[in-house]
């Protein structure tokens, strides 16, 4: 029935920039120092690895399509009900089967300037309009987005601790924002760095799912747990929220090797402890190298930080990251998300951050 004379992609489609991830690759150098996308330095769980192998004679089998073996590890392990945990293929499905839900054609998505893309992203594949609300000292703030909430507004993102920045807001922030919100707006905290925060104020949003109807916390294996590569996420939900999101999910979004592998690296306590224990030394070590070298950093609560170099063309970030790359060092540019003048370096293992420290070092020198 229609004029054009080819498929026309609904309407926001051609609107997307396409997500471009870290490098993992550089021409010429075997193995380069991957620190552009936030995975784990120490590498995964050996339990996880164990069980994912045993799986591997099983592959012809569909998945347990209600994960229940991994809902009641995370209930055991975090005091959640396992009813209303919802398993996805990485958050970024959760994120966006939350925007399929709760939001479409005509709807406002809130989330903060610097926020993770996929808000924006996954906004307007489903022909919903995101509004980047400003920042202050590149953290979320509370009072610009509840300036910013329309009739309009379905759904607010918010990622706690935040990914690029690092920054995080404070338990009392976060009820500050819900509190502001009406009750039909949708509160989504995607906390994926939440395991490595270390201050007496954070909390990841369990306790305000467990009061109100309106929030959601979305979690990740793919940064602490180290299961970047296997796809594995998951929400905590009202209930009501949780029946919603297992009618709009695939039957088996979860694979059966991630759900595997998921139990076991739940379960390695003494993995999850070392991996935090690394990042509580490193963090701070890198910090520290990166303000005595002259970078200003906004303290990062995460597993990277993200360090703003000079305007001065011999010494600003392209420069920074082209003279790392060189020496087979993958950072992450950051410009997509509105931070031409910083980049983003993961913790890596400690051998790892001397010799960035190092190549960082000799790069304010030279210039
Ligand atoms: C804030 C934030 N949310 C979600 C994700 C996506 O995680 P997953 O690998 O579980 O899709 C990331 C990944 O970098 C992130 O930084």
Known sequence: MGMARAPVPSPGILDIAPYIGGESQVDGIARPIRLASNESALGPSAAAVAAYRALAGEIHRYPDGSAAALRLALGRQYG??????VCGSGSDELIGLLLRAYAGPGAEV??????????????RSVGATPIAVAERDLTADVDGLLAQVTPRTR???????????????????????????????????????AEFVNRDNYEPGIALVERAENVVMLRTFSKIYALAGLRLGWAYCPAAIADVLNRVRGPFNVSA?????GVAAVED?????????????WLPWFSERLARLGLPLTPSVCNF???RFPDD????????????????????KVAAYGLPHHVRITIGTGEEMEIVAAALAEFMEAA
Do not use: K
Not at 80 to 85: C, G, M
Not at 257 to 261: M, R, S
Not at 270 to 281: E, V
Not at 313 to 332: D, V
């Open 110 to 123: 809130l989330y903060s300037r610097h926020g993770f893309l996929m808000y924006p992203i996954g906004a």
């Open 80 to 85: 959640l009900d396992p009813a209303r945990i």
């Open 305 to 307: 930080v993200l360090p």
């Open 269 to 281: 306590v003494a993995a999850f402890a070392r991996a935090r224990a690394h990042n509580d030394r």
């Open 155 to 193: 759904i607010v993102f918010i990622a706690n601790p935040n990914n690029p920045t690092g920054t995080y807001l404070s338990a009392a922030e976060i009820a500050r924002l819900h509190a502001g919100l009406p009750a039909d707006v949708l509160l989504a905290i995607d906390a994926a760095y």
């Open 257 to 261: 090797p991630a759900l595997a592998a």
């Open 313 to 332: 063309p011999r010494r600003n970030a392209e420069a920074a990251f082209q003279f790392l790359r060189q020496r087979g060092i993958l950072a992450r």
